[in-house]
T-cell receptor
Framework: DAMVIQNPRYQVTQFGKPVTLSCSQTLNHNVMYWYQQKSSQAPKLLFHYYDKDFNNEADTPDNFQSRRPNTSFCFLDIRSPGLGDAAMYLC????????????FGPGTRLTVT | AQSVTQLDSQVPVFEEAPVELRCNYSSSVSVYLFWYVQYPNQGLQLLLKYLSGSTLVKGINGFEAEFNKSQTSFHLRKPSVHISDTAEYFCVSTHGSSNTGKLIFGQGTTLQVKP
């Protein structure tokens, strides 16, 4: 089945130690998104790629970066994680100009110690 | 500015009872509406969507929603809930002004189904 895959599902990192979260998709969608979701809150969009074009949200901290080496893969890099960055990170995809439905991966839960 | 308000943060209900999760939206442009469900430690799964056409939308797992333009509402209903419906439900909107359709989330409603 076509899907959005996130690895790892659970990630523990130390305060200040860079960490990378991975997302891949078999849907061949041209838009990929990264969301941060803290406990009991709605997901918050960090940034998205439309093909190779990177679109950052205005309030996304510089500590968060992203790479999209090809259509299928997208990475979230947190350069110096703080305790406040502990959250669920969700990757999603969509087909631009389609019906705006986004397809979500299962998420990576990040713990910062 | 576009916004979505879910009127209940928690909805407790007994198994096999009907349920309604309420959602109001505001938008000055044509709006597309979705309900997503999130089970614990999982991503979001689409229940149903309204883009245009019939105002009564049927989704997966026996859920349905009605788009009401005059009341700017998009309430989610199920006639008989199961324990397995216990989850977080998000009402979401977007508009068609861009190809990428940025999602606007409601605050979420926790549906707790009791035996």
């Amino acid at each position: 089945d076509a899907m959005v895959i996130q690895n790892p599902r659970y990630q523990v990192t130390q305060f200040g130690k860079p960490v990378t979260l991975s997302c891949s998709q078999t849907l061949n969608h041209n838009v990929m998104y990264w969301y941060q979701q803290k406990s009991s809150q709605a997901p918050k969009l960090l940034f998205h790629y439309y093909d190779k074009d990177f679109n950052n949200e205005a309030d996304t901290p510089d500590n968060f970066q992203s790479r999209r080496p090809n259509t299928s893969f997208c990475f979230l890099d947190i350069r110096s994680p703080g305790l406040g960055d502990a959250a669920m990170y969700l990757c999603a995809t969509s087909r631009a100009g389609d019906d705006y439905e986004q397809y979500f991966g299962p998420g990576t839960r990040l713990t910062v110690t | 500015a576009q916004s979505v308000t879910q009127l209940d943060s928690q909805v407790p209900v007994f198994e096999e009872a009907p349920v309604e999760l309420r959602c109001n939206y505001s938008s000055s442009v044509s709006v597309y509406l979705f309900w997503y469900v999130q089970y614990p430690n999982q991503g979001l799964q689409l229940l149903l969507k309204y883009l245009s056409g019939s105002t009564l939308v049927k989704g997966i797992n026996g859920f349905e929603a009605e788009f009401n333009k005059s009341q700017t509402s998009f309430h989610l209903r199920k006639p008989s809930v199961h324990i397995s419906d216990t989850a977080e439900y998000f009402c979401v909107s977007t508009h068609g002004s861009s190809n990428t359709g940025k999602l606007i989330f409601g605050q979420g409603t926790t549906l707790q189904v009791k035996p």
